[in-house]
T-cell receptor, first 115, second 113 residues
Framework: DTEVTQTPKHLVMGMTNKKSLKCEQH?????MYWYKQKAKKPPELMFV???????INESVPSRFSPECPNSSLLNLHLHALQPEDSALYLC??????????????FGPGTRLTVL | SQQGEEDPQALSIQEGENATMNCSYK?????LQWYRQNSGRGLVHLIL?????REKHSGRLRVTLDTSKKSSSLLITASRAADTASYFC?????????????FGKGTHLIIQP
């Protein structure tokens, strides 16, 4: 299985809602990532998990809360979002082999709209 | 933060022609990668070039890297309608994936049938 899956595909939420995005991979990868992509812009790194530990947080507001319950799963918990947080949220994974060169495998993304 | 800058931002060519996209970056890198994205969906990895490599080929793709100028180019030969997509360069500082990727602004490529 060489796929990264993301659910849901689309999400519409109000500013007071709490929701979660889910990402899953079964390639045995030990690094997982969250990126945010606004329309007509490149993806921007939000978080990096390596061996289920948060290793990078790119100064992301606390209304975004990542979680890595196990090596195959990555969640992004959303709370009190703003309309400007509307974007495509992309999950990726990579083998995380320090002595090697690692491409990333991306999921199809969750398109989030905050009303 | 953004590092790579793609040039041109948009490119429209006829099917069968070659398409060239350029990318510049600012900091030192371990490798540079190119990705394709169709209609705002997930990204697909195309090719990776290491910092000690100057040129790499994969099928109809040719990538060059000039670390002295901090620039790279992607050439797609004999373009097809299915190549219509956005193309992004992405730099990896550490190589192991620990730092994530920093993406350029992207080139939107349209192949006219």
């Amino acid at each position: 299985d060489t796929e990264v899956t993301q659910t849901p595909k689309h999400l519409v939420m109000g500013m007071t809602n709490k929701k979660s995005l889910k990402c899953e991979q079964h390639m045995g990868h030990r690094a997982m990532y969250w990126y945010k992509q606004k329309a007509k812009k490149p993806p921007e790194l939000m978080f990096v998990y390596s061996y289920e530990k948060l290793s990078i947080n790119e100064s992301v507001p606390s209304r975004f809360s990542p979680e890595c319950p196990n090596s195959s799963l990555l969640n992004l918990h959303l709370h009190a979002l703003q309309p400007e947080d509307s974007a495509l949220y992309l999950c990726a994974s990579s083998p995380f082999q320090r002595s090697s060169y690692n491409e990333q495998f991306f999921g199809p993304g969750t398109r989030l709209t905050v009303l | 933060s953004q590092q790579g800058e793609e040039d041109p931002q948009a490119l429209s060519i006829q099917e069968g022609e070659n398409a060239t996209m350029n990318c510049s970056y600012k900091t030192s890198i371990n490798n540079l990668q190119w990705y394709r994205q169709n209609s705002g969906r997930g990204l697909v990895h195309l090719i990776l070039i290491r910092s000690n490599e100057r040129e790499k080929h994969s099928g109809r793709l040719r990538v060059t890297l000039d670390t002295s100028k901090k620039s790279s180019s992607l050439l797609i030969t004999a373009s097809r309608a299915a190549d219509t997509a956005s193309y992004f360069c992405a730099t990896d500082r550490s190589g192991g994936g620990a730092d994530g990727l920093t993406f350029g602004k992207g080139t939107h490529l349209i192949i006219q049938p």
